[in-house]
């Protein structure tokens, strides 16, 4: 992973700058030095590339958070913001001239409002633990990516995050009303509002997806919604991936809208029964399907879903009868990405395609998998095309993450053709940051970098990240005084 | 000036010396000065693909056929935009227009999933796509969506389509005052009855859409009356006429308008000083209100209000940092300055 040359003058300056954070913070241990604490910090979840950086900073409020960007946009310093440092995306991976920002610390909530249905939180809380903040009183914060259990709310935001129930409910950017930006000079600044309206622009729009380059959201107000009365999934079993495809694009098409549908094809399911011994069905590819309501109004919904389902050659049509049987249902899916671990080293995609064109997606998939010789599993969030193909590789095999990574970019590039994009959830980040091209044209770029010029002229807030680094050579060159042109 | 295609639009736009008034039907708009840039020439739906619940449009399809051809398939927008006779898709995105049903589907901005759109120097530029989910860049469909007009012309939009529900029943509750209105309101969406739409009429009158299959209505309707028994007998009506009614207000309104996004927690004290014929929506957080025009609403923290009929007034003013965003995007995306006077 190529990444820009770290600035040598700022490393000699390593001490001095971090005296004068200390001096900015109630607690002088908030500014990490040491290389053996740093160490921490040097990957993300995209753990394949790695490098600690100058100094971690974990301050505690808002105002602390502006006083250190306000000095490490005095001192000409790269800033990395990093909630709980769980992006698939490389979107907190640090240079060794780059002062981390940390959420860790900033986990409070600052009001529940059940009359307005609003809860306001510091940054750094995490995603399930808005939801159990508000629970008793019969809500919850819908977004839910499956690291929810240790992926803070600002790492959200700042990849617009989506889940298996966004079908319903939507993702990040559909469930912030409001938030909390410190721009890079250190100015404060709330965005949204009521109904997430601000005055005039969409600010919050745009800062929410941003990959933390426009600014750090310190706090957010978010979206609750009350608890629905039930749920109930169904599992059903297909003779192949082609035909479990196109039952989606059915169920959608007859205005049935599940909570969720989720998609496993035969070498995912098998990694799962070793992993966890689920009880799924002998079968080419399974589709989960979830409703929500009262107990009528599953059953409404189920009947439905089982006339479409039984038009597609289905082997299965298993419906859960309890709580036991809805958890046994959904541990294999839950389980996938641990269970896929077990047997390989692979590589998750994350691109999207249009619903309609899921059965050929998966058919070419397969294609390009067998030419480059390399093993693909599909577990995917089937209802919004948002697919999930694993790569499956050997690390200690040489040339083999080359060739995985090579394939990779290959079924980006198809999603992209058949009208879908490189990533639905998980963000560009250093990851898919130089296919960019692929997807959007120069001016396309050049649109959205001159947003990033506004909020950040001097581009030292998450700067490697997201576009091709050949593209943004100029604008980040600039900031050492090189030549820019 | 009326471009037949968007490379048309692009030439006149890097042509153009003096001010332009990007408009579509022009139902929309607010006064300001400037050569009229009309873009109903770049009509027509260029893609819909039910199943996949997405349409692709030119800005100035009229919205009465995106309508017409989304309803032939069973489909909607969700957001639920007014419909004023000669509006096109380009402007409901370019003003965000979004009506009742924002509540529990989004507005306008939620359901757009691309956008291409002409700066103020002739680039064109495409931002998002045709699919549900991607974080793929910045989200420029949020900028552009209500931007007025403001950073580009928008060419093109792709929208997030929804099935018509099969169903769809009022429930009515006649009688409460202010306060009750918004205690009945906040009842019904803290429960699990998946209400579609909340507001009062203008004649008074608390109104509760539920939508859905038959059976899961039935049982709501039931389950939501029960709740609401504290306020009332709530009467269930077939159908949602009324909230073509909270839809159309702005549309039927006389004399000076304010359109009051606040808190629903705020609503009753604005009620409160409220001087003329009104209506609330979206579960109290919009509030229309007809006003004389010396007359302006007095604020509570967050909230915000704006004079769309009448002479143009927003409050409370942008803060220092918004206003200097804002000035840096206008000036990024249209240095000239030739999309003038429409913010």
Not at chain 1, 25 to 43: F, G, H, K, N, Q
């Amino acid at each position: 992973m190529q990444m820009p040359a770290p600035d040598a003058g700022v490393i000699a300056r390593r001490d001095a700058i971090a005296a004068r954070l200390s001096a900015a913070l109630a607690d002088p241990a908030a500014v990490i030095t040491d290389p053996t604490e740093t160490r921490a910090y040097e990957c993300d979840a995209l753990s394949a590339y790695r490098c600690p950086p100058l100094m971690v900073v974990l301050p505690s409020t808002t105002r602390e958070v502006s006083a250190v960007l306000r000095i490490c946009h005095e001192e000409n310093v790269p800033v990395v913001p990093r909630g709980a440092g769980t992006s698939l995306a490389g979107g907190s991976m640090p240079t060794s001239d780059a002062v981390i920002i940390g959420l860790a610390r900033m986990n409070a909530i600052l009001e529940i409002s059940a009359e307005d249905r609003l809860v306001r939180v510091q940054t750094g809380r995490t995603n399930l633990s808005v939801t159990g903040a508000v629970e008793g009183q019969g809500f919850f914060y819908a977004p839910d990516p499956s690291s929810q259990l240790a992926c803070a709310i600002g790492g959200n935001i700042a990849m617009n995050s989506g889940g298996a129930h966004c079908l319903k409910y939507g993702v990040t950017t559909n469930n912030l009303l409001g938030a909390t930006v410190v721009l890079m000079d250190g100015s404060v600044v709330e965005l949204g509002g009521p109904m997430g309206e601000g005055a005039g622009l969409d600010l919050l729009g745009v800062i929410c997806g941003s990959e933390g380059q426009l600014g750090i959201v310190t706090e957010a107000t978010l979206r609750i919604l009350p608890k629905p009365a039930g749920a109930r999934p169904v599992l059903v079993a297909f003779d192949s991936p082609v035909t479990a495809g196109a039952c989606v694009a059915a169920i959608i098409r007859s205005g049935i809208l599940p909570v969720a549908i989720e998609f496993m094809d035969r070498p995912c399911i098998a990694a799962t029964e070793d992993f966890c011994g689920a009880g799924y069905p002998d079968c080419e590819a399974l589709l989960i399907i979830e409703v929500e309501g009262t107990a009528p109004e599953i059953e409404e919904q189920l009947t439905l879903i089982r006339e479409i389902a039984e038009g597609f050659a289905l082997l299965e049509f298993r419906e859960s009868g309890s709580d036991e049987e809805s958890r046994r249902i959904w541990l294999g899916r839950k389980s996938a990405f641990g269970a896929m671990g077990v047997i390989s080293d692979y590589m998750c995609l994350d691109g999207t395609v249009p619903v309609s064109r899921l059965p050929d997606t998966l058919a070419g998939i397969g294609d390009l998998a067998a030419k480059a010789g390399l093993r693909v599993a599909n577990v995917f969030h089937a209802g919004d095309g948002n697919m999930h193909p694993l790569i499956l590789y050997d690390a200690n095999k040489p040339g083999d993450l080359e060739r995985c990574e090579a394939l990779g970019a290959e079924i980006l590039r198809l999603c992209v053709e058949v009208g879908g994009c490189l990533t639905g959830e998980h963000g560009v980040g250093v990851e898919k940051r130089e296919l960019m091209g692929s997807q959007y044209a120069p001016a396309d770029l050049e649109a959205q970098m001159a947003v990033k010029d506004v909020f950040d002229p001097g581009w030292l807030l998450n700067a490697a990240k997201v576009f091709p680094l050949a593209v943004s050579e100029a604008r980040r060159g600039a900031r050492r005084g090189q030549d820019a042109a | 000036m009326r471009p037949d295609s968007e490379d048309d639009l692009a030439a006149m736009i890097r042509a153009a010396s003096g001010p332009l008034r990007v408009t579509g039907g022009g139902t929309r708009s607010r006064p300001a000065a400037g050569e009229v840039l009309d873009l109903r020439g770049l009509a027509g739906i260029t893609l819909y693909e039910p199943e996949a619940l997405t349409l692709i449009a030119r800005a100035g399809t009229p919205l009465a056929e995106v309508e017409a051809a989304l309803a032939a398939e069973g489909q909607m927008l969700a957001f639920e935009p007014d419909p004023r006779p000669g509006s096109t898709i380009g402007g409901v995105a370019a003003t965000n227009a979004s009506g009742p049903r924002r509540l529990s589907a989004g507005a306008c901005r939620d359901a757009m999933l691309g956008v291409r759109f002409v700066t103020g120097t002739g680039e064109i530029v495409r931002n998002g796509g045709r699919v549900m989910k991607n974080v793929t860049g910045y989200d420029l469909v949020k900028l552009l969506a209500g931007s007025r007009g403001t950073l580009g012309a928008i060419t093109e939009v792709a929208l997030k389509t929804a099935p018509i529900p099969p169903v769809r029943v009022t429930l009515r509750l006649d009688g409460l005052d202010d306060a009750r209105t918004m205690a009945a309101m906040m009842a019904a969406l803290s429960g699990p009855y998946d209400v579609t739409g909340a507001g009062r009429l203008p004649e008074g009158g608390v109104v509760l859409r539920l939508e859905g299959l038959p059976g899961s209505v039935e049982s709501r309707a039931k389950a939501l009356s029960a709740a609401l028994k504290p306020y009332g007998h709530a009467e269930i009506v077939q159908g949602d006429a009324d909230f073509a009614t909270l839809r159309d207000f702005a549309m039927a309104a006389q004399g000076p308008l304010w359109r009051i996004v606040l808190r629903p927690s705020q609503a009753e004290a604005m009620l409160a000083q409220l001087p003329g014929r009104h209506a609330v929506d979206w579960g109290g957080a919009l509030i229309w209100a007809e006003a004389p025009p010396d007359w302006h609403p007095a604020l509570r923290p967050g909230a915000r209000a704006s004079r769309v009929i009448g002479a143009p007034a927003m409050l409370p003013e942008p803060d220092a940092v918004t206003a200097r965003l804002t000035a840096g995007l206008r000036a990024k995306f249209d240095p000239r300055g030739i999309f003038g006077g429409q913010a």
